[in-house]
């Protein structure tokens, strides 16, 4: 299935290398995927999402994603791990 997904600040060196620069971009999933098994997909360490936005709602890594959701994530305001 596919989502579109958008990682700010840190979080961008993560994107996928077929992926472009800036922006939101879309990605295959498998079903029934979470927000943690993307982190991990991607190589994110965990700790480094401070925010998961599922469709405009926030969520935790446990969240459920679903065909043509827009996934944002973010890193913590000053970085790096707490």
């Known amino acids: 299935m596919e989502i579109t997904l958008r990682l700010y600040g ?3 060196r ?6 472009p620069a800036m922006g ?3 990605l295959e ?7 943690a098994g993307l982190v991990e997909r991607l190589g994110i360490p965990p700790s480094w999402v401070r925010g998961a936005f599922v469709n405009d709602r926030q969520v935790g890594l ?3 994603l679903s065909p043509g959701d827009q996934v944002n ?3 913590p305001a000053g970085g790096g791990e707490a």
């Open 10 to 12: 840190a979080l961008g």
């Open 14 to 19: 993560y994107r996928p290398a077929d992926a």
């Open 24 to 26: 939101a971009f879309p």
């Open 29 to 35: 999933v498998e079903e029934g995927a979470t927000v």
């Open 62 to 64: 446990s969240g459920v």
């Open 73 to 75: 994530l973010f890193p």
